[in-house]
């Protein structure tokens, strides 16, 4: 590290993301994005006079955008606050609500951890169950904010709207934060308690089902008053932190929801028979709710199994933490890639 880096920074190890501008004919598999590209009214949105009209700074609030939002979610749009990505909301919402700490799961999203030392905050780890899943009673009164992924990653294991809400309940004086990055892949959202609790904030991004992960885009729904913090927090790092290519494009897949719909029950139903294969073939595959499977095999160990697949050209994710060192974490492409990855599954299994 260099001398003139604060020792905060010294500490900080960043979050790792999986590889992208991969050369040759690769199967990626490895960082959870759609198969499919965004819907053709999408990709026929951006028009020259868009393009001309970047001399201007974008629209700081997205105000075209929020209203799309606010009219599919029939939600106020003061209650909507938009960002670049997701993990840019995330970023801004530990910021603004944690004082020293924040609860989250052991096994969850990499980037939470990393938040945490960039601003300073403990992390309050909690364990999830020995088959990975979380235990909702152990958030009941924790003292501080907490972040869930709801379906959790990578396990894509979910809670129910149900367990969401005893959470809510139980920490009232503190902001929990659910992160439904993966919700349309079959998870229950947690959206309906919003009326319910000033004390939940609600996480989205369109990078996964929205097949847009390279315009970075995302949103999130609460109280007005918990938007006005976010607020607060952009407009004191980035007012224009969502360009005007992406507020278009962001728009433009709200009115291409059918396109989106049909889709996203396409992986869906790719990843249930994906599954049904593996496990026929005698491998763990965690009831996953997202469009990734986490998967383990009695016959080779997940770093592995990673390896094996690379050289055979398909790349899925593993991860060097101990209670997940087994696993691979597979994003499900289309029915031929996902075919392939089976096949040569097999072929690795019955090869060792
Ligand atoms: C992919 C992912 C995100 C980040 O999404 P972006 O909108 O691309 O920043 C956030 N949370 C979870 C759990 C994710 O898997």
Redesign the pocket.
């Known amino acids: 590290m260099s001398r003139f880096t604060n020792k905060r920074l010294n500490r900080l190890t960043p979050y790792s993301p999986g590889e992208q501008n991969l050369v040759g004919d690769i199967i990626k598999l490895n960082t959870?994005e759609s198969p499919f590209p965004p819907a053709p009214s999408v990709i026929t949105a951006i028009k020259d006079e868009t393009i001309a009209s970047l001399r201007l700074y974008s629209d700081a609030n997205s105000t075209r955008l929020k209203a799309g939002l606010s009219r599919y979610f029939k939600i106020a749009p003061e209650r909507i606050f938009i960002a670049n990505?997701?993990?840019?909301v995330?970023n801004f919402a530990f910021m603004a609500f944690c004082e020293t700490a924040i609860a989250f799961p052991d096994i969850t999203?990499g980037?939470y951890p990393v938040f945490c030392t960039l601003h300073g905050l403990d992390a309050k780890i909690i364990p999830v169950r020995d088959d990975l899943t979380i235990d909702s009673t152990d958030y009941l009164d924790i003292g501080m904010p907490i972040v869930i992924?709801n379906p959790n990653?990578p396990t894509g294991l979910s809670l129910s709207a149900a367990e969401i809400e005893m959470i809510l309940v139980a920490n009232s004086s503190q902001v929990v934060i659910i992160?439904e990055?993966?919700i349309d892949f079959g998870g229950e959202t947690a959206l309906n308690l919003l009326d319910k609790y000033d004390n939940l904030l609600v996480?989205r991004?369109?990078?996964?089902s929205r097949s847009l992960?390279g315009a970075?885009?995302?949103f999130a729904i609460g109280s007005e008053e918990l938007i006005d913090a976010l607020e607060k927090i952009k407009y004191s790092t980035n007012p224009y932190n969502v360009n005007t290519l992406t507020q278009k494009l962001g728009l433009a897949s709200i009115e291409a929801d059918d396109y989106y719909q049909k889709k996203v029950a396409s992986i869906i139903k790719t990843r249930d028979e994906t599954s049904r294969e593996l496990r026929s073939q005698g491998l763990s595959v965690l009831n996953s709710k997202a469009n990734f499977l986490f998967v383990r095999s009695d016959a080779i160990g997940g770093e592995d199994l990673y390896l094996s697949l690379r050289e055979r050209g398909i790349l899925v994710r593993h991860f060097a933490q101990e209670r997940i060192y087994d696993y691979v974490r597979i994003t499900i492409g289309t029915p031929e890639e996902m075919n392939k990855l089976v096949c040569e599954i097999k072929n690795i299994i019955e090869g060792k």
Do not use: C, H, P, Q
């Not at 990505?85 to 840019?88: A, I, K």
């Not at 991004?205 to 996964?208: A, D, E, I, L, R």
């Open positions: 959870n990505g997701s993990d840019e995330l999203y980037f992924a990653a992160d990055a993966y996480v991004t369109y990078s996964k992960a970075r885009l995302g």
